[in-house]
């Protein structure tokens, strides 16, 4: 047996989650998962909200694997390994490429360096995610699959009607979710190889009321005087400095998503009152290193009138 950081959810929903797990790429698939009464246990890689340690059974039908992360036909390697890359790639017959990245995410449009190990040279390919398909190319614009659920947490929140505003929408999946219950999304970036795969996710996708900007968040007030019913910010690195942006941007008594790097419990809590607004939930999203983690505020707006 061995202990592993777990979630429990009711059987009835294990195909879902283990799905989401997947694509995270935060299943822990080298263990089994366990079943307690009406509740199925799923391994996973890091603590997470809710997360308990328990004990598991070796996956046997697993073969022992380099850690790794999967977006769509792309394993991304933590190490550089060619023997452990090949196989990883001979693992999954619906993976074609496996990589590493070679420094981190970097630069005003946030992208990053990769190598190819195996399979075909591209870092281009295609997520499928709760029905939606995104072509993704890693190397020229961010993309999270581990944000998976928090874009289906977000999208229970929204309400019909509601204009939304994604100042930094990559190539679309924030805004490309919201859009089913949106009255209209409004998605900026100023990456314009994100943009330009953001449109043409819009297209695969069918979302007409998605609108592409290519703008700078901090100059969206000039563009857009109107106030948004909910503004999504995923900028865990630098995204503090946007706050104040974010609150003209959005209505009195509206939604801020506000995603950040942290240190320590309620990091911008006193940022956030100064600019009127109340934290009605602080989440951790996942862990990002032994002394940080990633966080998600959701804001109440009160004072930008």
Same mark, same amino acid.
Not at 9 to 35: F, H, I, M, N, Y
């Given at each position: 047996?061995?202990?592993q950081?777990c979630v429990? =959810?009711p059987?009835?929903?294990?195909?879902? =989650?283990?799905?989401a797990? @997947?694509?995270?790429?935060?299943?822990?698939?080298?263990?089994?998962?366990?079943?307690?009464?009406?509740?199925?246990?799923?391994?996973?890689?890091?603590p997470?909200e809710?997360?308990v340690?328990?004990?598991?059974?070796?996956?046997?039908a697993?073969?022992?694997?380099?850690?790794?992360?999967?977006?769509?036909g792309?394993?991304?390697m933590?190490?550089?390994? @060619?023997?452990?890359?090949?196989?990883v @790639?001979?693992?999954?017959?619906? @993976?074609? #490429?496996?990589?590493?990245?070679?420094g981190?995410?970097?630069g005003e449009y946030? #992208?990053?360096?990769?190598? =190819?190990?195996a399979?075909?040279?591209? #870092?281009?390919?295609?997520v499928?995610?709760?029905?939606?398909?995104?072509?993704?190319?890693?190397?020229?614009?961010?993309?999270?699959a581990?944000?998976?659920s928090?874009r289906?947490?977000i999208?229970?929140q929204?309400?019909?009607?509601e204009?939304?505003?994604?100042?930094?929408?990559?190539?679309?999946?924030?805004?490309? #979710?919201?859009?089913?219950?949106?009255?209209l999304?409004?998605?900026?970036?100023?990456n314009?190889?994100?943009?330009?795969?953001?449109?043409?996710?819009?297209?695969?996708?069918?979302?007409?009321?998605?609108?592409p900007a290519?703008?700078?968040?901090?100059?969206l007030?000039?563009?857009?005087?109107?106030?948004?019913d909910?503004?999504?910010?995923?900028?865990?690195?630098?995204?503090?400095?946007?706050?104040?942006s974010?609150f003209?941007?959005c209505?009195s008594?509206?939604?801020?998503?506000?995603?950040?790097?942290?240190?320590?419990?309620?990091?911008?809590?006193a940022?956030?009152?100064?600019l009127?607004? =109340?934290v009605?939930?602080?989440?951790?999203?996942?862990?990002?290193s032994?002394?940080?983690?990633h966080?998600?505020?959701?804001?109440?707006?009160?004072?930008?009138?």
């Amino acid at each position: 047996m061995a202990e592993q950081w777990c979630v429990k =959810v009711p059987a009835g929903e294990g195909e879902k =989650v283990r799905q989401a797990l @997947l694509c995270e790429g935060a299943l822990d698939t080298t263990l089994k998962v366990s079943r307690e009464g009406a509740m199925l246990l799923f391994p996973v890689t890091a603590p997470r909200e809710g997360a308990v340690r328990c004990s598991f059974e070796p996956n046997p039908a697993r073969p022992d694997l380099p850690r790794h992360e999967l977006v769509g036909g792309i394993a991304i390697m933590q190490e550089r390994d @060619l023997p452990g890359a090949r196989a990883v @790639l001979a693992s999954r017959p619906s @993976l074609h #490429t496996v990589v590493v990245a070679n420094g981190e995410v970097k630069g005003e449009y946030r #992208t990053r360096e990769f190598e =190819v190990l195996a399979g075909k040279p591209t #870092t281009r390919t295609e997520v499928v995610e709760h029905g939606h398909r995104f072509i993704v190319d890693l190397s020229r614009a961010y993309f999270s699959a581990r944000l998976s659920s928090e874009r289906q947490r977000i999208l229970a929140q929204v309400g019909k009607g509601e204009t939304v505003l994604d100042m930094f929408a990559g190539v679309g999946p924030f805004a490309i #979710t919201l859009a089913a219950k949106a009255r209209l999304v409004v998605a900026a970036d100023l990456n314009p190889m994100a943009v330009g795969l953001m449109i043409e996710n819009i297209g695969k996708n069918r979302s007409r009321n998605v609108l592409p900007a290519l703008a700078d968040a901090r100059h969206l007030p000039l563009f857009f005087p109107r106030k948004f019913d909910r503004v999504v910010m995923n900028l865990p690195l630098s995204g503090t400095g946007f706050l104040e942006s974010a609150f003209s941007l959005c209505r009195s008594g509206g939604m801020i998503h506000f995603y950040s790097l942290v240190s320590e419990e309620s990091e911008h809590a006193a940022r956030i009152r100064e600019l009127g607004g =109340v934290v009605v939930a602080e989440r951790v999203v996942r862990s990002y290193s032994p002394a940080q983690w990633h966080a998600v505020y959701d804001i109440l707006t009160m004072k930008n009138e």
